[in-house]
């Protein structure tokens, strides 16, 4: 029967040595097992819904009638030990893979014939050891992955395929705004020396007629330096790129759509990836494979050479000006993540784009290191993965500390108690991170009391009530700064900041901190503490604690930490004439919040408590 299936319900083995054909399509059903150590040539579909086996042996994708083969099932996934493509039928495809579905392929590759199209999020995993072993005559790799629409945002990139062993824009990357309906055959994308590109023009089909135009004049990659600006270095459509080093890249100005697909056209990269690099130097490199990259084992695998990696985030740039550019770094280690220092509002909306959610890093995406001593980062096969799961333990309490200064941008730090870890209260590489860039108002950890060293995630072992973690504040300007907990994770205590020279903590857990201090650095003055400090109950010593200040805001900030009774707020100008006088509304709250819209100019202001008078100037500005 022409439309006849093989299926496997039960145990299917293929000894090494033996060779199966199998002429229609072949189903191994959902509890079967399809176990081969042999050679099995499949001339049409492959659809896993049970478990595959494959210690030695080749599997051929081999057909001289059906252009194309597709490799499916409810599995989701399939295994085999070599996987051989020849497919030569009229008007030939190649295999494709469908979506989500996880291709896993034990030892080499060949391409003889037709190429292998990941569809969507499919991934293909190579497991063996060493260097690249797979052959190449006829036929690629294409899989998709999506960027930034904007034509003044840069995403960070790598190649997961190689044309002679190296990547090229031209011949390697293609528009994929129509890969749905056109998966074998996308359109090149075109580059033009325009300060900003042009999107794809499509037919009412939405095949494109035109492709994607790039601006070339924003191609750069970063090899080896010291962390200067003018340490970038220009590419253009057709710079080659090692495996594995990664480069940036602007949008294309679509509107279409609120990401661009993009399509990788090449031989899969697979193997070892090496990079030699020296103490402080900075390198942008990327995952080189057609499958996630394990992070943490990335880092385990480097970590005497690097401690995080680094990954660039748009924080809503509207212009090709360095100095206008909005943007930052998510950390990542061994500890865990934090979100990237961007603007509060982009912060606060809670974008997936601000992390890197799960250990692993996507296909196509680059990331910078910083180098810690002198060596060699190596990628290998063994830190591929297909998009992994977290695997924190089940102990494991995170704190997210949050600052936001006059600048309005969100800072976010984190800290890890890991007891099953070899963190403790010193620097810990792999589990310690720097901040890959500060700004002028700006908070991180201190660490081994090196306030050279700007932390921006710290992890430590078991949790304490009587741990203390101490964080510099710099200041650039007046204005108003805020501390807040961001988020925790399995995590039970009260977090409170400590205010080291007033000698009070207050409690993030319930409610934010703002305060106003003058410029400068503030390095030995506050902590992150899990035990409240009791003030003295002497009236002096409280009234001190009672700060007032203007927030530059259009409001008086009166910061009452120890909830002391305010009768009366009276605001006087700098000829005695009471301008302004509040009496409710004043109780039950740390932060209390005074419209204030009068001119510019130096006011005193007085409040009346249970416990006695406080009198502060403040400059209205």
Same mark, same amino acid.
């Not at 899989?143 to 930034?148: C, E, I, N, P, S």
């Not at 503490?529 to 008086?556: A, D, W």
């Not at 009366?568 to 004043?586: D, K, P, R, S």
């Given at each position: 029967?022409?439309?006849?299936?093989?299926?496997?319900?039960?145990?299917?083995?293929?000894?090494?040595?033996?060779?199966?054909?199998?002429?229609?399509?072949?189903?191994?059903?959902?509890?079967?097992?399809?176990?081969?150590?042999?050679?099995?040539? &499949?001339?049409?579909?492959?659809?896993?819904?049970?478990?595959?086996?494959?210690?030695?042996? +080749?599997?051929?994708?081999?057909?001289?009638?059906?252009?194309?083969?597709?490799?499916?099932?409810?599995?989701?996934?399939?295994?085999?030990?070599?996987?051989?493509?020849?497919? +030569?039928?009229?008007?030939?495809?190649?295999?494709?893979?469908?979506?989500?579905?996880?291709?896993?392929?034990?030892?080499?590759?060949?391409?003889?014939?037709?190429?292998?199209?990941?569809?969507?999020?499919?991934?293909?995993?190579?497991?063996?050891?060493?260097?690249?072993?797979?052959?190449?005559?006829?036929?690629?790799?294409?899989?998709?992955?999506?960027?930034?629409?904007?034509?003044?945002?840069?995403?960070?990139?790598?190649?997961?395929?190689?044309?002679?062993?190296?990547?090229?824009?031209?011949?390697?990357?293609?528009?994929?705004?129509?890969?749905? /309906?056109?998966?074998?055959?996308?359109?090149?994308?075109?580059?033009?020396?325009?300060?900003?590109?042009?999107?794809?023009?499509?037919?009412?089909?939405?095949?494109?007629?035109?492709?994607?135009?790039?601006?070339?004049?924003?191609?750069?990659?970063?090899?080896?330096?010291?962390?200067?600006?003018?340490?970038?270095?220009? /590419?253009?459509?057709?710079?080659? /790129?090692?495996?594995?080093?990664?480069?940036?890249?602007?949008?294309?100005?679509?509107?279409?759509?609120?990401?661009?697909?993009?399509?990788?056209?090449?031989?899969?990269?697979?193997?070892?990836?090496?990079?030699?690099?020296?103490?402080?130097?900075?390198? /942008?490199?990327?995952?080189?494979?057609?499958?996630?990259?394990?992070?943490?084992?990335?880092?385990?695998?480097?970590?005497?050479?690097?401690?995080?990696?680094?990954?660039?985030?748009?924080?809503?740039?509207?212009?090709?000006?360095?100095?206008?550019?909005?943007?930052?770094?998510?950390?990542?280690? &061994?500890?865990?993540? +934090?979100?990237?220092?961007?603007?509060?509002?982009?912060?606060?909306?809670?974008?997936?784009? =601000?992390?890197?959610?799960?250990?692993?890093?996507?296909?196509?995406?680059?990331?910078?290191?910083?180098? +810690?001593?002198?060596?060699?980062?190596?990628?290998?096969?063994?830190?591929?993965?297909?998009?992994?799961?977290?695997?924190?333990?089940?102990?494991?309490?995170?704190?997210?500390?949050?600052?936001?200064?006059?600048?309005?941008?969100?800072?976010?730090? =984190?800290?890890?108690?890991?007891?099953?870890?070899?963190?403790?209260?010193?620097?810990?590489?792999?589990?310690?991170? =720097?901040?890959?860039?500060?700004?002028?108002?700006?908070?991180?950890?201190?660490?081994?009391?090196?306030?050279?060293?700007?932390?921006?995630?710290?992890?430590?072992?078991?949790?304490?009530?009587?741990?203390?973690?101490?964080?510099?504040?710099?200041?650039?300007?007046?204005?108003?700064?805020?501390?807040?907990?961001?988020?925790?994770?399995?995590?039970?205590?009260?977090?409170?900041?400590?205010?080291?020279?007033?000698?009070?903590?207050?409690?993030?857990?319930?409610?934010?901190?703002?305060?106003? =201090?003058?410029?400068?650095?503030?390095?030995?003055?506050?902590?992150?503490?899990?035990?409240?400090?009791?003030?003295?109950?002497?009236?002096?010593?409280?009234?001190?604690?009672?700060?007032?200040?203007?927030?530059?805001?259009?409001?008086?900030?009166?910061?009452?930490?120890?909830?002391?009774?305010?009768?009366?707020?009276?605001?006087?100008?700098?000829?005695?004439?009471?301008?302004?006088?509040?009496?409710?509304?004043?109780?039950?709250?740390?932060?209390?919040?005074?419209?204030?819209?009068?001119?510019?100019?130096?006011?005193?202001?007085?409040?009346?408590?249970?416990?006695?008078?406080?009198?502060?100037?403040?400059?209205?500005?």
């Amino acid at each position: 029967m022409a439309n006849a299936q093989i299926v496997n319900k039960g145990i299917l083995k293929i000894s090494a040595g033996t060779d199966v054909y199998f002429q229609n399509a072949y189903t191994n059903a959902v509890a079967a097992t399809h176990d081969s150590d042999g050679n099995l040539h &499949l001339n049409h579909d492959f659809i896993n819904n049970g478990t595959t086996v494959a210690a030695a042996g +080749t599997t051929f994708f081999k057909s001289a009638t059906n252009p194309l083969i597709e490799l499916t099932g409810t599995s989701k996934k399939a295994i085999f030990y070599n996987l051989e493509i020849n497919v +030569t039928g009229t008007g030939k495809k190649g295999v494709l893979v469908a979506d989500e579905f996880n291709l896993q392929v034990e030892n080499a590759m060949n391409f003889q014939s037709g190429d292998l199209r990941l569809v969507g999020r499919s991934q293909l995993i190579q497991m063996h050891p060493g260097v690249n072993g797979n052959t190449v005559v006829s036929g690629k790799l294409l899989r998709d992955q999506k960027g930034t629409v904007s034509p003044y945002a840069y995403d960070y990139w790598s190649s997961p395929v190689n044309n002679g062993g190296t990547f090229a824009l031209l011949g390697g990357k293609f528009d994929g705004t129509d890969s749905s /309906l056109k998966p074998f055959n996308p359109t090149q994308i075109q580059f033009t020396t325009a300060r900003e590109g042009l999107p794809s023009t499509v037919d009412v089909s939405g095949n494109v007629t035109t492709a994607l135009t790039i601006s070339s004049r924003w191609l750069y990659k970063y090899a080896r330096g010291s962390g200067d600006y003018w340490e970038w270095i220009r /590419l253009n459509s057709g710079s080659t /790129l090692n495996p594995g080093e990664g480069y940036i890249m602007k949008g294309a100005n679509t509107t279409l759509t609120p990401k661009q697909n993009y399509v990788f056209y090449g031989a899969p990269n697979n193997g070892d990836y090496s990079f030699e690099i020296f103490d402080g130097q900075e390198i /942008l490199l990327g995952n080189p494979y057609p499958s996630a990259l394990n992070s943490e084992q990335f880092i385990g695998d480097n970590i005497d050479i690097l401690q995080a990696l680094y990954f660039w985030v748009d924080g809503g740039s509207n212009s090709h000006i360095l100095s206008d550019y909005e943007g930052g770094y998510a950390v990542k280690n &061994l500890t865990g993540q +934090t979100l990237a220092y961007v603007p509060s509002e982009i912060a606060n909306a809670g974008s997936a784009d =601000l992390v890197i959610s799960l250990p692993f890093v996507p296909i196509g995406k680059g990331f910078f290191v910083k180098a +810690t001593s002198d060596g060699t980062i190596v990628f290998k096969n063994s830190q591929r993965v297909f998009e992994m799961e977290p695997a924190r333990g089940a102990n494991d309490k995170y704190v997210r500390i949050g600052y936001e200064g006059p600048e309005g941008f969100h800072r976010q730090l =984190l800290l890890g108690f890991m007891p099953d870890s070899a963190a403790d209260l010193n620097y810990n590489p792999g589990y310690d991170a =720097l901040q890959m860039m500060s700004r002028a108002d700006d908070m991180f950890f201190i660490i081994e009391n090196d306030a050279a060293k700007r932390y921006a995630i710290q992890g430590v072992d078991g949790f304490s009530e009587a741990m203390e973690f101490p964080i510099g504040l710099v200041m650039s300007g007046n204005g108003s700064h805020k501390f807040m907990l961001d988020a925790v994770e399995n995590f039970e205590g009260i977090v409170y900041l400590k205010d080291n020279e007033l000698d009070v903590t207050f409690n993030l857990s319930d409610s934010d901190y703002e305060i106003n =201090l003058l410029p400068g650095d503030y390095l030995n003055r506050f902590s992150i503490v899990f035990e409240p400090i009791y003030t003295l109950s002497n009236p002096e010593t409280q009234i001190s604690n009672v700060n007032v200040f203007y927030n530059g805001q259009e409001e008086i900030v009166v910061s009452n930490l120890n909830n002391l009774t305010v009768n009366a707020v009276t605001v006087y100008n700098m000829i005695g004439q009471q301008i302004l006088a509040v009496t409710e509304n004043l109780n039950k709250q740390n932060i209390i919040r005074i419209p204030f819209n009068q001119s510019n100019g130096v006011y005193l202001v007085v409040l009346k408590m249970n416990t006695g008078e406080k009198s502060t100037k403040i400059i209205k500005y």
